[in-house]
């Protein structure tokens, strides 16, 4: 079984950046396309960006597209979220986990990202 570790999140204030990071263990991380999700308290886990297996093509929400960038490096066996002009909606607690397989990994704990002047 794949354990994917996020890692990256944090406090920022509304306009600022941050990285984040999901470390995949074994070695078919290369092989499925990936994707982040987030949660917020009270709502539903939602699709924030995916990306294809050698990351060629990426897809992304409404809410985040041109502030948000997916990105992955198959020789680390790791996903990348780079974040620019966060806003307070985008607090929320994020996950990876592979995208549109009929066998998904388990979740990771997450990383909490919280916006906030």
């Known amino acids: 079984q794949v354990q994917l570790v996020e890692s990256g999140g944090g406090l920022v204030q509304p306009g600022g950046s941050l990285r984040l990071s999901c470390a995949a263990s074994?070695?078919?991380?290369?092989?499925?396309?990936m994707a982040w999700y987030r949660q917020a308290p009270g709502k539903e886990r939602e699709l924030v960006a995916r990306i294809s297996r050698g990351g060629v093509t990426t897809n992304y929400a409404d809410s985040v597209k041109g502030r948000f960038t997916i990105s992955r490096d198959n020789a680390k066996n790791t996903l990348y979220l780079q974040m620019n002009s966060l806003k307070p909606e985008d607090t929320a607690a994020y996950y990876c986990?592979?995208?549109?397989?009929?066998?998904?990994?388990?979740w990771g704990q997450g990383t909490q990202v919280t916006v906030s002047s």
């Open positions: 074994g070695s078919i991380f290369s092989g499925n396309p």
């Open positions: 986990r592979n995208w549109g397989s009929s066998s998904p990994w388990s």
